[in-house]
């Protein structure tokens, strides 16, 4: 019955003996490995024990009945397939079985055709659900959509910046993220708060160059009352509220010297001293900083500490800017479209042409939050269902001087234009196919001969 070389493995629950002497005999003769249990606790017991593909569970059962079984192994039962059975089975039964999780239920007594088809129907649901996942998987690896939080990429660059960031989210490593305003550094910190076991508690952002210098110490760590004038009342500090959390501290290069002593302290102990108190609590919280200064010539300059840069500089996450990743801009055009549609109750369907191609020639000096902004603003004022450049602000709409590779034009001749955009789309489609040149082609929609000539020609060494 398995098409499957190996055989499915499938567990028994029934207090009668001879049902399970029964059944075990004629699975086995259908290439099932069978192993049995006398009721619904022993049946847990061997889940626990390892991964069963079937459970075949009888509902009334001393000890623990099948129900009952239902309801305990929720958690343990993984991809398990359950099909119920009972002789005093109703339609209520079944359906009660089937919310539990159950994924059938068959009423005794039954021939041994029925438990044959059923199993039979069980493994083609499992084997569509698989396929569907691959196919997903492909399609996900074929559009090149990576997502992380609430970011989606098609960059490469970016797709090993998510994956590094999800690796981050698992341990209590202290993470730096590094990149100009506006790149996202603020949603990668969310989307390794949310992606770690602390995401049931607090996540408490704080823009370090927002505070006034002579209330951070108090923001930070609390105070107690009468500390100082105006402190009416004991006030629990941003590391407190975060306890158990995660504590995002933006713009951290903007922290005056004073603080980052105590905050160098606070990463070393673990624990924080409010203003006015005699005492330190402990605390347990997560520290993911960034900023868009370059710290290591900030310590040079003697305006950032060198010991709390160490200490902070155990992971970093670097963001490249929006005009490096310039393959992310339609995405990001389509995800901001889908959000603002929702928030703004409207039905925009996308860019018209010209619109898209001058935001891709655009520099982005602000980046993601830029382009996001830009979005906003052109589908308020858009009354169609495509955004026109005319609803875009001017600047993102005019050529704002030479691209990186404008300078490498010179003179006049078409001909060696065409020759040096070739190279450098062929270049960058086999980047895109880590070297696979026939894939590389069908980018390029060339034939594969004729990209075989063109990397001679054009001497690429890829």
Not at 19 to 47: C, F, P, W
Not at 237 to 251: C, M, N, V
Not at 259 to 282: A, C, F, I, M, N
Request: proline fraction near 4%; charged fraction near 30%; aromatic fraction near 6%.
């Amino acid at each position: 019955m398995n098409s499957n070389n190996l055989p499915k493995r499938l567990l028994v629950i029934d207090d009668e003996a001879n049902m399970r002497h029964m059944l075990s005999t004629v699975l086995k003769k259908a290439n099932y490995s069978v192993d049995t249990a006398a009721d619904g606790s022993e049946g847990l017991q061997m889940i626990e024990q390892g991964q069963y593909d079937f459970v075949l569970c009888d509902i009334k059962m001393p000890k623990m009945n099948g129900m009952e079984f239902l309801k305990s192994s929720r958690d343990k039962i993984g991809c398990s397939t359950v099909i119920m059975m009972s002789a005093y089975g109703s339609i209520d039964t079944a359906i009660e079985a089937m919310k539990l999780g159950a994924y059938d239920y068959i009423s005794k007594p039954f021939k041994t055709d029925e438990v044959y088809l059923t199993l039979k129907k069980a493994e083609e649901r499992e084997s569509l659900k698989k396929e569907n996942r691959l196919l997903k998987e492909r399609i996900q690896k074929i559009e090149g959509d990576y997502q992380f939080g609430n970011m989606v990429t098609r960059s490469k660059a970016m797709q090993s910046i998510f994956e590094l960031a999800d690796k981050a989210a698992q341990y209590k490593t202290t993470v730096l993220i590094l990149g100009d305003s506006g790149t996202g550094k603020e949603l990668i910190a969310r989307g390794i708060h949310y992606s770690s076991d602390r995401a049931k508690k607090a996540l408490v952002p704080v823009n370090c160059g927002g505070i006034p210098a002579n209330l951070l110490e108090s923001e930070f760590f609390g105070h107690k009352k009468g500390a100082f004038t105006g402190a009416d009342r004991n006030k629990k500090g941003l590391f407190q509220e975060a306890e158990g959390g995660t504590i995002f501290l933006d713009e951290i290069g903007e922290l005056p010297l004073p603080l980052q002593v105590k905050l160098l302290r606070v990463l070393q102990d673990k624990e924080v001293r409010p203003v006015g108190d005699s005492k330190s609590t402990k605390i347990d919280v997560r520290v993911v900083a960034a900023t868009a200064k370059n710290l290591e010539e900030e310590v040079e300059k003697g305006t950032f500490r060198q010991d709390l840069y160490y200490r902070l500089n155990v992971m970093i996450i670097k963001l490249p800017p929006l005009n490096q990743r310039t393959e992310d801009i339609p995405l990001l055009c389509k995800h901001f479209i889908n959000q603002f549609n929702q928030r703004l109750d409207k039905d925009i369907s996308g860019l018209a042409p010209e619109a898209m191609s001058r935001l891709l020639e655009y520099s982005w000096p602000g980046n993601v939050r830029e382009l996001e902004n830009g979005i906003e603003r052109a589908m308020v004022i858009a009354d169609a269902s495509l955004l026109l450049p005319e609803h875009f602000p001017a600047d993102m709409m005019q050529n704002n001087g030479p691209k990186p590779s404008d300078d490498i034009f010179y003179g006049f001749s078409l001909k060696d234009a065409q020759k040096i955009m070739e190279k450098k789309f062929i270049t960058r489609a086999l980047e895109e196919t880590e070297g696979n040149r026939t894939r590389a082609a069908k980018l390029l929609e060339i034939s594969h001969p004729s990209l075989l000539t063109k990397i001679k020609a054009y001497d690429i060494d890829l």
